[in-house]
């Protein structure tokens, strides 16, 4: 029954989902509108604000980068590589292909989302080359798991909020992830979605007619060129010394750092992820193999993430994001104003989706709304950080990296999430009201 209800919606984003740069331009004119006629703000005034951000996102796009090229290259070690074969080999059928990339994805994604998003898509690779299983479930199970980052180790909000001086320590003070990450109705939450995401995956799985299967063939990496060694660089880019040398010195570091008491964050899991990849990549010219594939995929990244720091920014400036947040809290009561956070932030994540960015923009509404009606304002939070990771699950943007790896498209996977979206929105509402 999931198929035919996941059916019409996959032919309908086939059909009429253009490409995530036509997507993210027609967001950004829709932004435009929506700050003259809503806001009153003038066209000279929200072209200055799209202008001023356009390159707020520089760091983070880097890193997103990196979170592909790393991964990539981490994967395509023979010792990884053959890791990921033989754990995919334990699925010897569909079925269990969906069932068990959807729980790896799950919890990989609630570690740290950005391990979770690399972890996925690899595996899902791994498994097709197994498995007879239609390619675009796969992969859109793969990045199904993304849903539970912001319930998970690294969620933006709740880590904020447990931080001592964060901005808004006058209001609410500081929040123990006891009451956040690890209190019963998050960690309820995140079960519930361990059980059912692997199920509704699995029923969305289409017939081995209406399949869309990608011979193994088609997904396995470009072999490494034999190697020259005439020339005395060629010595230097096959040197195995070169290489360990520093992949463990970058190892050491990490070591050190974790022994220091540092956590992890998106900048420690690109640096295991890089310098594992020089230590079992053996030698530079293997590694730079690897990276000249990699970057392939990242065309996207760049160009689209600048386009979504000037729609952040207008939002921002504007005061389209608060409006849209003050309007949906309104309707709030004490018990409902979780529920009400959590939709708002969906909303909201549309268009600026960045989970300490858009706490930044509904911390000061959801806030004095919570305090005022004696809402639990742990619980508000939590609904901020997920509908974050909710409305991930339509947004492109995040789909970059996991669509860059998979060599897919996002029309082609976003059917699918659609119907992740639409059950996944029931059960987070359901627990945020009641339990």
């Known amino acids: 029954m999931m198929n035919k209800v996941a059916s019409p919606f996959v032919k309908l984003v086939e059909r009429y989902l253009p490409d995530p740069y036509i997507f993210v331009l027609l967001l950004t004119l829709v932004v435009f509108a929506a700050a003259v006629l809503v806001e009153g703000q003038s066209p000279q005034q929200v072209v200055e604000q799209w202008g001023s951000g356009l390159w707020g996102l520089l760091s983070f796009s880097m890193q997103m980068l990196l979170v592909l090229v790393t991964g990539y290259m981490l994967a395509s070690t023979p010792l990884v590589k053959g890791g990921l074969e033989k754990m995919a080999g334990l699925a010897k059928s569909a079925p269990k292909a969906i069932l068990l990339v959807s729980l790896v994805s799950l919890a990989a994604s609630w570690l740290n989302w950005g391990f979770g998003l690399v972890v996925g898509a690899l595996f ?7 498995v007879e299983v239609d390619y675009r479930l796969l992969v859109a199970s793969a990045y199904s798991g993304f849903v539970v980052w912001h319930g998970g180790l690294a969620g933006s909000v709740p880590l904020t909020i447990a931080t001592p001086g964060h901005f808004s320590v006058d209001q609410i003070g500081v929040i123990d992830t006891s009451q956040t990450i690890f209190a019963t109705f998050n960690l309820v939450l995140v079960a ?4 059912v995401m692997p199920v509704v995956n699995r029923l969305m799985l289409p017939s081995k007619e209406d399949s869309v299967i990608v011979p193994a063939s088609k997904l396995e990496d470009e072999p490494v060129p034999e190697a020259e060694n005439t020339r005395p660089a060629d010595k230097l880019e096959n040197s195995v010394i070169l290489a360990q040398l520093t992949g463990f010195a970058g190892l050491a570091y990490l070591l050190m750092y974790f022994i220091n008491g540092g956590t992890l964050n998106l900048n420690i899991v690109n640096g295991l992820f890089l310098f594992l990849a020089i230590v079992l990549h053996g030698t530079p010219r293997k590694l730079l193999h690897s990276l000249h594939q990699a970057v392939k995929g990242g065309a996207g990244i760049v160009i689209q993430f600048p386009f979504y ?12 994001a608060q409006s849209l947040s003050e309007w949906l809290i309104s309707l709030a009561s004490a018990q409902s104003l979780p529920v009400w956070s959590f939709i708002s932030a969906g909303i909201v994540n549309i268009f600026v989706p960045s989970g300490g960015g858009q706490w930044a923009v509904q ?26 990771a909710w409305t991930n699950l339509i947004q492109p943007f995040w789909a970059l990296p996991v669509l860059a790896i998979a060599g897919l498209k996002a029309k082609d996977i976003m059917g699918f999430c659609l119907v992740q979206l639409l059950l996944t929105g029931v059960v987070i509402g359901a627990v945020l009201y009641w339990v």
């Open 124 to 130: 899902a690779k791994a498994l097709a080359r197994k």
């Open 192 to 195: 519930i979605l361990f059980v």
């Open 309 to 320: 720091a000037g729609i952040m920014a207008v939002m921002v400036q504007s005061g389209l």
């Open 363 to 388: 911390a000061p509404v959801v806030l004095p709304a919570a305090l005022e009606l004696g809402a639990d304002v742990s619980r508000v939070a939590m609904g901020v950080a997920w509908g974050d």
